[in-house]
């Protein structure tokens, strides 16, 4: 074949081929890579519409044994007691009735900033003084409202302890702070900020669990409560550099607080100390309306040992947007915020995890350029639908399982985008090899073949490989006689006719038409595709072309009806070996054929004249039959071919495994016996092979058991002489 050969491409042209797809397919994973990085607005704004998603199909389990309760001013409580804001009297016998529960702490989300309207000329009033009276009894902590403008210095009479680098530097700032009347926030036993920090979409999903005013950390009004609740003082916020522990070492970086500690409870937050809620929702279970206390109609047991948030509910008042719901009370959030830390159910993004979800882009959009290179379209894309359900399977066990908020998308965009890109540049790549294998392997095997290499090429290795074949030698007996009687521009039309159909049979079977030698031929099986039994479809194709030169025997008689004498009958030797060979493109870039070398080809072509020798239409070797043990074989001979150190048993081909009856079996074993005794030189040969030739099985070894009967005659006046 002229021109260059499928395999002939070079290294270099190779590589840079593979250099285009892997630039095309990465240069969009490097963007999402980039955007998962820095995450800038739009891509957290993207990225809290998934982690939001995550929490409405799959919410916290509402535990009502987690014990967090929230009074609520209610819009009944406001129909019964009266509108708001209530007298503080009322207010301190609402908290003279839940310390008589014997609650482990009380968070008051009310801002007592100003002395009650009903005071004297001098400012006090007697619901101040009930109430600070209520705060000394109880385990009271109040709340303060943090502002960037004016204010006070804050105080929030809980000691909280940074280590490692200033968590000053990245709690959220404020300048001071609105907060309690002095008489009323002694009584108190801690004062926390009720500052909510919502996202730009104004939805809150975190709360902050420190924040720093007027110099100092002041805890938030849920995490005060919470250390109060265990009888603990101080708060330990833990940042970057402040210890050996994996996670909080920074390396000299700054990288923002890692942990709060509140009492027992150790937490880890975000870079600003805050903590992301996973919320249940509301629940009847959790909230006790106020006027129920009020009236002494609520269960004690549901408030003893528990944290109870007194907090307004109505409609109008502090109401605020949730992952779960656009309308939620405030005091429910600061609730399911406790919640979330006693049962250790908060969602945490590590700092590490947008380097994470880069490197995520990264690996999928290797894995889909590789795959776009190497697989079929379906391939590729079955390969990076398999890493798309990893990424997100791998975020939804994450969620699930540890709380960890790992984001999908741009993994999922970055890997989808190489494998779109590096697929348009492979399949123009593809196009060129389909031509280019049509080309050179459209005379050597079927049509259909030639297009499954086309549709596959990754299938093909052209420039050599070791495979184990099948070959098949074959050539016609009786052609150079008839071939003197014919006009010589004739005779190629003859031989023609006789390899048309011998050539069909091959390709229909899968096999590969290697060269026609005269008027013989080559052909192998197994390649250039891999076939899954080429032994028997060689041997099916041996007994086929048999049959077919009894057809154009027929067929040429009839053609002649007047001739003075019957043309000569042509025949067909085959011989067939099983074994290793290297197969590949032979030749130079210019000109080459696609062949088959080695061993196991010299085997085959040295069995085909053993027909003649013996007169048997098709040998095959033993490795043949140790591949297909079920066809009707019959053994031949041991011989020691040319080029061989260890003798080759030789056998017959009878038929296929419908030919091995009962009668078969009996005559095979009979058969197989007296080749034995005769290639032993005993006696009892010639009586046992005139046996096997009376046989009607045994009229196409007649010539064989001429020569075994001849040679072990032979051999038995050498042993008797």
């Known amino acids: ?135 000394a009894r109880g385990r009271v902590v109040l709340g303060s409202v943090l502002v960037k403008e004016g204010g006070s210095p804050p105080e929030s009479k809980i000691g909280v302890a940074s280590m490692g680098d200033d968590a000053r530097l990245f709690a959220p700032r404020f300048l001071g702070a609105l907060q309690p009347l002095d008489r009323i926030r002694e009584a108190a036993k801690g004062v926390g900020a009720m500052n909510v920090e919502p996202d730009r979409d104004l939805v809150v999903r975190e709360i902050p669990t420190v924040f720093a005013a007027g110099g100092i950390l002041v805890p938030s009004l849920d995490v005060a409560a919470l250390l109060v609740a265990q009888d603990a003082s101080t708060i330990v916020v833990r940042s970057s550099n402040g210890s050996t522990t994996v996670g909080d070492v920074s390396f000299g970086a700054k990288s923002g607080i890692t942990h709060v500690a509140i009492g027992a409870v150790r937490t880890a937050t975000g870079r600003d100390g805050a903590v992301r809620i996973h919320f249940a929702g509301s629940q009847p279970g959790r909230t006790i309306p106020a006027w129920q206390v009020l009236a002494g109609g609520f269960e004690r047991a549901s408030v003893e040992n528990a944290i109870v948030i007194i907090g307004i509910t109505a409609a109008g008042f502090d109401i605020r947007a949730t992952p779960l719901s656009p309308v939620v009370p405030g005091v429910e959030i600061r609730a399911e915020m406790v919640e979330s830390l006693l049962a250790g159910r908060h969602l945490v993004r590590p700092d590490y995890m947008p380097a994470f979800e880069a490197l995520m882009v990264l690996v999928g959009s290797l894995f889909a350029v590789a795959a776009a290179s190497r697989l079929s379209p379906a391939g590729a894309a079955a390969v990076t639908v398999a890493l798309v359900l990893l990424f997100i399977g791998t ?59 086309a ?20 050539d016609i007996r009786g052609f150079t006689s008839r071939s003197e009687t014919l006009p010589a521009e004739e005779v190629l039309g003859f031989l023609n006719q006789v390899h048309a159909p011998m050539t069909e049979l091959v390709l229909e079977s899968g096999g590969t038409l290697d ?79 696609y062949s088959a070398i080695g061993d196991t080809v010299n085997t085959a072509a040295r069995l085909e004249p053993m027909c003649k020798t013996y007169g048997i239409p098709i040998i095959v070797s033993s490795d043949v039959v140790a591949a297909v043990p079920d066809f009707a074989f019959l053994l031949v001979d041991i011989v020691t071919l040319k080029g061989k150190s260890h003798a080759t048993r030789l056998y017959a081909l009878h038929g296929d495994e419908t030919a091995v009856t009962a009668d078969f079996t009996a005559f095979r074993d009979a058969h197989d016996r007296a080749v034995e005794i005769a290639l032993a030189g005993r006696p009892d040969a010639r009586a046992a092979l005139r046996a096997c030739a009376e046989n009607a099985l045994g009229s196409r070894c007649r010539s064989l058991y001429g020569i075994l009967e001849g040679r072990n005659a032979g051999a038995v006046e050498l042993s008797a002489g």
């Open 395 to 453: 975020s939804a066990v994450a969620f699930l399982r540890l709380q960890l908020l790992l984001n999908p998308v741009w993994p999922t965009l970055g890997t989808i985008s190489a494998l779109g890109l590096s697929t348009l540049a492979v399949l123009r790549q593809s196009e060129a090899e389909r031509r280019q294998v049509r080309e050179a392997f459209s005379r050597y095997v079927s049509p259909s073949i030639v297009e499954r290499l």
């Open 455 to 474: 549709d596959d090429p990754s299938g093909l290795v052209l420039g050599g490989e070791n495979r184990i074949l099948t070959v098949l030698f074959s």
């Open 515 to 593: 060269k026609f030698i005269g008027d013989g031929m080559m052909a192998f099986w197994n390649a250039p595709l891999d076939h899954p039994d080429h032994a028997r479809a060689a041997l099916r194709t041996a007994l086929r072309m048999q049959s077919t030169v009894d057809e154009i025997n027929r067929r040429l008689a009839s053609d002649a009806p007047g001739a003075t004498a019957a043309p000569e009958p042509l025949g067909l030797g085959i011989g067939l070996h099983t074994g290793p060979a290297c197969v590949g493109n032979i030749g130079s870039v210019r000109r080459f054929d």
């Open 1 to 135: 074949m002229d021109g260059p050969s499928p395999g002939s491409e070079g290294p270099s042209r190779r590589r840079e081929k593979a250099r285009w797809v892997a630039l095309l397919g990465l240069a969009p994973a490097l963007v999402c890579a980039a955007i998962a990085l820095y995450e800038p607005f739009a891509a957290r704004a993207v990225r809290d519409v998934v982690f939001d998603s995550y929490q409405r199909l799959v919410p916290r389990v509402y535990d009502p044994a987690i014990p967090v309760r929230v009074i609520a001013i209610d819009n009944e409580s406001l129909a019964r007691i009266g509108q708001w804001p209530w007298p503080r009297a009322k207010i301190a016998e609402l908290l003279d009735k839940l310390t008589a529960a014997s609650p482990a702490t009380i968070a008051v989300d009310i801002l007592f900033s100003e002395p009650e309207r009903s005071g004297d000329a001098n400012g006090l009033a007697a619901g101040d003084d009930e109430l600070r009276a209520a705060l």
